[in-house]
């Protein structure tokens, strides 16, 4: 086995973070200034702006004062954050008030974007050292994927810099076997906050006692360290949970949507296409009839979220009918949204950015729908940006294959945080807005197979470090 990494082989060199963080936040804030944001992509962004606008006018995550539970808090309470610091949060806002708003948490994901990218170089220097990390810190911050990330009004820089911190917080913990608890219990409390931006590391607590055993803990420091981290994760998450319970009555750990996306994946078998927002054709052909059965009414949103218990209840219902009567229709999809969210990633976020800068059009939903292939059609950056990830993914296996017959246990966090978020995603349901979270590991993991491979491995992660600014410059410059 290889020795742990050491936490004094490397302390944190403040000048390349430092560089790291400015060239990301000024690639991505340019992007931002002078590029149309992509922004609520025709609402397949879902409504996650217009309920942080509503914890900051009303304090409430839902409608004026009437709470929901349909959605985490993390993200919304993020927006509402940013809104209370930066603006006066007037009961009604105006257009004028919404571009403004937009803008600034537009701004404050790029800092995020590039303070992850920072993060991800110091923990990755002490496992490859300075160049390498350099080069995987760029690679993360400024490939034309991520750059296009702080314009979305969704969850996903807030969550990729919640899950860096995590695993960098649970890898120091881990590398410390002696005196293991408060730095357990600091891990546990970011990972709380991760589960209320997305809760699929919820089960990760079950996968930390493998991590402490096998970093040679031994049996009870494994399972004090597991129970601090434990505490301190539930501890986070236990205050929503007690907000659930006053609203419905009911225990609701964060959100109650789960039943409906593990339903989503036993009805049909879905594609491996990366670019197709399939969650639309499920939905009108196998949830409408299931709402207009629980409901009586035809879909809208204000309806969903008043019957969103009684609609899970069904849908958890049809999920356990489905498992039954046709099994193999979700065997198959669990494989599927594991291999895609392995292997694949949406390039139509690319070409279709290039098509509104070009067109001045603005994004509509219809765009990613099946069928609708010409309308995100690719284009050269959209194809360069499929073969940068690509080339990172094949670095990356070698990175996990000879990692794993090295027994380099610096795997372990990334490695197991990774099969808990694909697990999550691959037993109940992989669409078009997840791709993001593979972008994080397939950059530590390829980093670490350029390393494994020396000198040969080391130029491959600069030819993609290469194309990854050339197709970033292309979309921020409008080539």
Known sequence: MLPVPSTERARPEPTFALLVFL?????????????????????????????????????????????????????????????RLTTRVAPRPTAAYITVATDLVELAQAMLLAATAAMLFLWLRRRVGDQTAFAAGLLYGMNPYCLLLPGLMHYDVLHLFLLVAGCVALDRALAHPEGAVAPMLAAGAVWGLAALVRPVTAPLPLLVIAMTLIRGFGRRRALTATAAFTVAMLAVIAPWTARNYRVAGRLIPINVQGWAALWAS??????????????????????????????????????????????????????????????????????????????????????????IQRTG?????????????????????????????????????????????????????????????????????????????????????AAIGADTLGRRGRWVLLVALVLALATSAVLALGF
């Open 23 to 83: 060239l990301t936040l000024a690639s991505s804030a340019y992007v931002l200034l002078a590029r149309q944001p992509l922004l609520f992509l025709g609402g397949l962004t879902d409504e996650w702006f217009p309920i942080g606008y509503n914890i900051a006018a009303y304090g409430t995550l839902g409608r004026g004062d009437q709470p929901i539970l349909l959605r985490p808090p993390g993200y919304p309470a993020f927006i509402a954050g940013v809104l």
């Open 266 to 355: 036993t009805v049909m078998p879905l594609r491996m296409e990366p670019n197709e927002y399939q969650w639309y054709t499920v939905a009108t052909a196998h949830w409408q009839p299931i709402y207009r059965r629980v409901t009586g009414e035809e879909y809208d949103y204000v309806g969903y979220i008043r019957h969103n218990v009684a609609l899970e209840a069904a849908f958890k219902e049809e999920a356990i009918r489905n498992l039954r009567e046709k099994p193999g229709v979700y065997a198959r999809n669990v494989a599927r949204s594991f291999l895609t969210m392995s292997l694949q990633i949406n390039t139509a976020l690319v070409s279709v950015f290039q098509r």
């Open 361 to 445: 059009e603005t994004v509509i939903q219809p765009w990613f729908w099946a069928g609708a292939e010409n309308e995100r059609a690719p284009t050269r950056a959209s194809r360069s940006t499929g073969a940068l990830f690509g080339i990172l993914t094949a670095l990356a296996g070698v990175g996990i294959a000879r990692g794993i017959r090295r027994r380099d246990t610096f795997l372990l966090v990334p490695g197991l945080v990774y099969l808990c978020i694909a697990a999550a995603h691959a037993l109940t349901f992989f669409d078009f807005n997840y791709y993001y979270l593979r972008v994080p590991f397939v950059v530590v993991f």
